[in-house]
């Protein structure tokens, strides 16, 4: 587990282009051999250097004597009554969970990004783990690929969407987020549209390189439009305030392609009701979004010792989607998956890291 991909230069995955041709080079290949190990990598997904035959034996004993691809399986799955499967893989002393979401016309990854989460938000069981480190790229992309062929091997459907929504802040780690969304983006890597990927985030200064430096949809995850209100559950408003992240957002084009939603997760009384409804709508006026309304999963409060948040009744969550769709901003419930694994939107908390 590294910031830095300079610190794991003996492990292949998550390299770029130009670093897989330096590899080619110091264990004496042609410079052209770095788009071969790129294509092995990234399109054919090896896990050995005897798969890559394209390559002189001695170029590959060289290659397997100083480096490793760095791909692993991952330790444990649960599966949820619903389909959704939730992995654990070991990273390096610390442990993090990726979820497979399968739908009828698409597969969905939930990436994490960090070993546990710094943002403390108080209603999320990934924030009880406290921070462990960050992920390199190769530890982002190993969840990609490794899962993407588990459901090829079940005979489920291959991944076509990522979400960058798992475990930790994803700006808080940019450095080796946009180097695994280069590499998927990339015709020499996986070559996936930036428009299959989504990256979340609470709202932190380092969003606005992302927006400058991807093409990647953005979720911000707002759950309350009054910044006073929101500092309460949220941390990192004192960082970056909502009326900031919506002000920067409001800077860039998304009539196009790309999207920015916000998540909103409901709780009774607390910022469900007509007045929390009515300043989204003034803070969100004038810029092309769409909100996505969160059930709470009931039960968090079991692995916290203080703090309760009662969901938001179907009924009223029905009227909060109803009005904000009828004053111009699209809006969905979105359906709960996973929640009996402990899969679903903030649940990510395994008992290797957070002691019963």
């Known amino acids: 587990m590294t910031n830095d991909q300079s610190l794991m230069t003996n492990v292949l995955l998550g390299m770029t282009l130009s670093e897989l041709q330096e590899v080619a080079l110091s264990v004496g290949l042609q410079k052209f051999a770095g788009k071969q190990l790129a294509e092995w990598i990234y399109v054919r997904r090896v896990t050995s250097f005897e798969q890559m035959t394209n390559i002189s034996l001695k170029g590959r004993e060289a290659l397997q004597a100083r480096y490793t691809i760095g791909r692993h399986a991952p330790v444990r799955e649960a599966v949820s009554v ?83 929504m798992g475990e930790g802040e994803p700006m808080d780690n940019l450095d080796q987020v946009l180097r695994a969304l280069d590499i998927m983006t990339a015709p020499y890597g996986a070559a996936w549209s930036p428009k299959r990927i989504t990256v979340s985030t609470v709202g932190i200064p380092a969003m606005k390189r992302f927006l400058d430096e991807s093409e990647c949809h953005l979720a911000v995850s707002m759950h309350n439009p009054f910044a006073s209100e929101r500092a309460t559950i949220m941390p990192a408003e004192k960082l970056m305030s909502i009326t900031d992240v919506v002000a920067l957002l409001k800077r860039y084009d998304w009539s196009h392609q790309r999207r920015v939603s916000f998540e909103y997760i409901c709780w009774g009384g607390q910022n469900d009701s007509m007045r929390h409804v009515k300043e989204i709508l003034r803070l969100l006026k004038g810029l092309n979004c769409r909100v996505n309304l969160i059930r709470f ?60």
């Not at 993090?96 to 710094?118: F, N």
């Not at 899962?147 to 991944?159: E, G, Y």
């Open 82 to 164: 619903d389909g959704t499967r939730k992995y654990l893989f070991a990273v390096g002393e610390q442990f993090i969970e990726s979820v497979y979401i399968p739908e009828e016309d698409r597969a969905t990854l939930c990436v994490s990004t960090q070993a546990g989460c710094k943002m403390g938000c108080r209603f999320c069981m990934t924030g009880t783990l406290g921070f462990h480190g960050q992920l390199s790229a190769a530890e982002i992309l190993n969840q990609i690929f490794e899962i993407d062929q588990l459901a090829l091997t079940n005979n489920q459907s291959p991944l076509t969407n990522l979400v960058f």
């Open 297 to 356: 999963h009931e039960g968090v409060e079991d692995i916290k010792t203080d703090r309760h948040f009662p969901g938001s009744d179907e009924k009223q969550m029905e009227f909060l989607r109803d009005y904000l769709t009828a004053n111009g901003i699209t809006t969905t419930i979105r359906k709960s998956r996973g929640e009996d694994i402990l899969a679903a939107c903030g649940m990510l908390v395994n008992d290797l890291q957070h002691p019963a």
